[in-house]
């Protein structure tokens, strides 16, 4: 069977489960000439590249499709440094993001969670994603860079136009991306000299990586601004996604809806279940720096790699039945938060916080009804997933 994929064509940013399945079939990576890049889409494939190799490759070209392939602007911060670099900024807020760290916070995130949620109950409808969880991780994502609360909704927008891809765009380079992009980078930016002004009123992670000092190198105005602007969106982009898609997998199966229902223990099973069949982080991106081999293939310095975790999470050889949504399932490993020296600083934030999220929702709902016919998947290269979950419930 001949394939022909490519990541910015139609096809694949609408539904690339087909294409992913032919590849994964192959049994290989596959070679997008055009792009110079080896599309890697079996889980093993993409493990080991990541444990294995990433001194192989460089993250300072960027991580996203966009800036890898096409050479899109990359606001650099450490999610896009190397090796000791790249462990010692991340180092600075890592203690924030522990198994302890995190379980400390549940009470603060479950009551920003009723607080957002109490409003909604009385319309007997809401969109799980745009209304509820986008918001709520919107604020948080604030809250931990001492960003001012009332400005929140106004990020989120503004990310989402950044997002945004409309049929036939290749990467973020729309008139609409690049507004979106800066006006949501003068603002930090301007934030950033209100605070270098006065640094009494910077609090969170802006405070500590504004007095941070490493090998003598300090971040300036510049690289304090594209650390805030890289918190504010990843902090806020995949999880609400994973919340709205556990709603929605949920109510496309009704006895599981029925078990989460009747035994509030199982919505953590059911939101890691949402994360591997429906992972929101497509595929992210790496430039090779030096010559290895990968089941069978010659990886050159200068070439591309595209990691595709949405294929490797359903890949046939380490999950049975992959395509089939079941939150009994026990997933011993799997790739929705990546793995090695780049594995989601967030992971275990992310985890508490949807489960927080879902717990309150379902508590105050009980049983809901989808509106399927109002459901909306994200378009694009590099996320996946659900950005619209409208339900309608009886409180």
């Keep these: 069977m001949t394939i022909d994929y490519d990541p910015f064509s139609h096809a694949a940013m609408q539904d ?12 290989k990576p596959y070679f997008i000439e055009q792009y110079n890049a080896w599309a890697l889409t079996k889980f093993e494939d993409v493990w080991t590249v990541s444990v294995n190799h990433e001194s192989d490759m460089t993250f300072t070209r960027g991580v996203t499709p966009g800036q890898v392939l096409l050479d899109d602007p990359v606001p650099h911060a450490f999610t896009t440094m190397d090796g000791r670099d790249h462990r010692r900024w991340r180092g600075l807020v890592r203690d924030t993001y522990t198994p302890p760290a995190v379980k400390a916070e549940t009470e603060r995130f479950r009551a920003l969670t009723c607080e957002v949620l109490e409003p909604l109950l009385s319309q007997g409808r809401l969109d799980v994603y745009q209304d509820l969880a986008n918001r709520i991780f919107c604020l948080n994502s604030g809250y931990n860079l001492g960003l001012p609360k ?16 409309d049929i036939g765009q290749k990467g973020g380079g729309s008139e609409r991306n690049q507004m979106a992009a800066g006006e949501l980078y003068g603002y930090l930016a301007d934030y950033v000299a209100r605070i270098r002004k006065n640094p009494d009123l910077a609090s969170g992670h802006t405070a500590t990586y504004m007095s941070a000092e490493i090998d003598g190198v300090k971040l300036d105005d510049e690289a304090l601004t594209h650390l805030l602007f890289n918190f504010l969106v990843v902090g806020s982009e995949t ?6 898609g556990t709603i929605y997998y949920l109510a496309k199966h009704p006895e599981q809806k029925k078990a989460v229902l009747a035994d509030r223990s199982l919505i953590k099973n059911a939101f890691l279940e949402t994360c591997r069949y429906d992972q929101p982080t497509n595929m992210l991106c790496r430039r090779v720096t030096k010559d290895f081999e990968l089941s069978g293939s010659q990886i050159r310095e200068g070439q591309n790699l595209l990691l595709i975790y949405a294929s490797a999470n359903r890949d046939e050889e380490v999950f049975e039945n992959p395509d089939v949504y079941d939150i009994y399932r026990e997933n011993k490993r799997n790739l ?3 793995i090695g020296g780049h594995v989601c600083l967030g992971m275990h934030l992310a985890v508490m916080g949807g489960i927080v999220i879902l717990e309150e929702l ?18 694009g290269e590099h996320l996946s997933g659900f950005i619209k979950v409208p339900i309608q419930f009886q409180r």
């Design 150 to 165: 009332e400005d929140a909704i106004t990020w989120r927008k503004l990310i989402d136009e950044m997002l945004h891809r």
């Design 16 to 27: 690339p489960t087909p294409v992913y399945a032919a590849l994964r079939r192959q049994g």
């Design 362 to 379: 379902l508590d105050a709902v009980g049983d809901y009804e989808l509106l399927e016919d109002e459901c909306e998947r994200a378009y």
């Design 239 to 244: 999880t609400p996604m994973v919340c709205g």
């Design 336 to 338: 929705s938060f990546g």
